[in-house]
């Protein structure tokens, strides 16, 4: 059996495993870094720098009357190149690896698109095209930041959560702009490691989740130091070289750096799904069944590129 997957993600490599385990033929089909989003720029780097952020914290806010309290002093660099270092070899260990140790597993880098159900066509850098013919192919092609079509916005050096996360200077003042989980740990991340920060929500907190989680991180938040305006549009936004300036209608708020995290949007475009007829919801995201199979026959998807939960 040949098996192609686009995407070498967590799923992606979950399947792969599994797939060449059980005598399958497997090609892994990746346009740009190996490994996904978890172990290069979302659960491993976040949860590091957030950790580093929480000990810089205790620091200064700790119960203890017996530790004596002070400012962390913070070498950003430093924390950057520890981090980075501990994806690399984590990339390397949990997934280049499998791919040198592995014969029935088989690597092609390019931009993969469906030529029909059975057939995808995958451009590599050099421009050429490369025809992969398959008996089951797997979409697993995971998700990236949203960027909202705010005026302006695009013609600025903001930043998304991959910006914010590899940063080796700290921000003096930094405005978040979004009220999602991703949003929320970031801002005060660099709160606690000493920046200034107002977060802009265009609704309340965590909207999609309990409001009861919203109003109790709020609180928390405001209590360390952070500025929230909820229920608060950016209508524009100009960036003069040096500080960002984001109106929001009521006043302008300006600051040396403009983190965008208003939610993440399926990797879908440019794979010509409906050459396999393979549905989406509205949103991009394919739609899969309780056994991660798309509307095609021999078609599957997994991760966060579908409308299951990320």
């Not at 000990?55 to 981090?83: E, M, N, T, Y």
């Not at 920060?197 to 309990?210: F, H, N, P």
Request: include cysteine; aromatic fraction near 4%.
């Amino acid at each position: 059996t040949r098996v192609a997957i686009i995407g070498t993600g967590s799923a992606a490599f979950a399947a792969a495993i599994r797939a060449a385990e059980a005598g399958a033929e497997v090609t892994v089909i990746e346009a740009g870094t190996t490994g996904g989003t978890c172990v290069n720029v979302g659960c491993v780097p976040s949860k590091i720098f957030i950790r580093a952020a929480h000990i810089a914290h205790l620091q200064s806010a700790h119960p203890f009357p017996g530790i004596g309290k002070h400012r962390a002093a913070v070498d950003r660099k430093a924390l950057v190149a520890q981090q980075q270092a501990r994806v690399e070899e984590l990339r390397h260990a949990k997934y280049e690896s499998i791919l040198d140790s592995n014969p029935r597993i088989k690597l092609e880098r390019g931009f993969a698109r469906f030529k029909n159900a059975h057939t995808l066509l995958v451009k590599t850098a050099d421009g050429s095209e490369k025809e992969i013919a398959a008996d089951r192919i797997l979409i697993a092609t995971g998700r990236s930041p949203h960027i909202p079509d705010t005026p302006g916005l695009g013609a600025t050096p903001y930043w998304t959560s991959s910006e914010a996360l590899v940063a080796d200077e700290l921000p003096h003042h930094l405005i978040v702009h979004g009220g999602s989980v991703v949003a929320l740990e970031l801002a005060q991340a660099y709160l606690r490691l000493g920046s200034r920060v107002t977060l802009i929500a265009r609704g309340r907190l965590l909207s999609k989740e309990d409001p009861a989680l919203g109003e109790a991180l709020q609180i928390v938040l405001q209590d360390e130091g952070m500025r929230i305006l909820t229920d608060t549009q950016i209508e524009s936004v100009r960036f003069d070289g040096e500080l960002f300036h984001a109106d929001t209608g009521s006043e302008v708020v300006s600051a040396d750096r403009l983190l965008v995290a208003s939610g993440r949007k399926p990797n879908t475009a440019g794979l010509d799904l409906a050459n396999a007829g393979v549905d989406t919801d509205a949103s991009g995201a394919v739609i899969v069944d309780d056994h991660l199979r798309t509307s095609a026959p021999h078609v599957y998807a997994a991760g966060d590129c579908t409308n299951a939960p990320q």
